[in-house]
């Protein structure tokens, strides 16, 4: 089976999507998330980091340093370590494809309600689109987060995209009108033990959304 970050670039563009995306596109009934109490304190911190400078890079790295996240290597957690090595393979693959990329990126780590959590703020270029993409990742989590606080936190109601099984559980939004030039926003809950493991390097959770970046964004 192919890989997650595979199937969305074939779905939405050529252009891997900070070449991170970690998502299963699938046209199927909105299933109800299994409750997760961290779910309201892990949304908040993807908007509190990756929300209010989401049009820029260093302004998004810059802001959630200030916020307490700290500049890691991704060596400091396995998963960590698997999901970048998952991406310069993508990365690479994407070039021997043909396509010009250029990729930048920092991993962050910080602590929230006693839990590790891990943030990726990376910057894609190429001749048809730059992207400025954020990353959060909750490796510890035994269950998904709720949809809909991530839906509280876009504006928008309900998923455009859902998929619930034993081995993934998969939500996509389109862009939010609050959010001019960002476009869709992904949420992932991977089971240990799923098959989904070894084709995107962890379990658990990762939320992520990608930005249109403005001309000389990145620089």
């Given at each position: ?27 199927v009934n909105v299933c109800e998330a299994a409750a997760n109490p961290f779910s309201a304190a892990f949304v908040e911190t993807f908007r ?52 010009e990329l250029s990729f930048q990126h920092v991993a962050l780590a910080r602590k929230v309600e006693s839990r590790d959590l891990h943030l ?100």
């Open positions: 089976m192919q890989s997650l970050a595979s199937i969305h670039d074939r779905n939405r563009t050529r252009i891997p999507a900070g070449l991170l995306g970690l998502v299963l596109l699938a046209s509190e980091a990756c929300v209010p400078e989401r049009l820029s890079y260093e302004g998004t790295v810059g802001h959630a340093k200030a916020l307490g996240w700290v500049a890691v290597e991704p060596s400091s957690y396995p998963e960590f370590a698997k999901v970048m090595e998952h991406s310069a393979k993508g990365l690479e693959e994407a070039k021997a494809d043909g396509l990726i703020v990376s910057f894609t270029g190429s001749e048809f689109l730059d992207q400025i993409s954020c990353y959060l990742y909750d490796f510890a989590a035994t269950a998904p987060v709720d949809a809909a606080a991530v839906g509280q936190m876009l504006g928008i109601a309900a998923p455009a995209q859902s998929m619930e099984t034993a081995e993934i559980t998969s939500h996509v939004w389109g862009p939010p009108p609050s959010m001019p030039r960002t476009l869709d926003t992904y949420l992932t809950y991977i089971p240990a033990g799923s098959p989904h493991v070894e084709q995107t390097g962890f379990d658990g959770v990762v939320l992520k959304f990608s930005t249109s970046a403005p001309d000389e964004a990145g620089q």
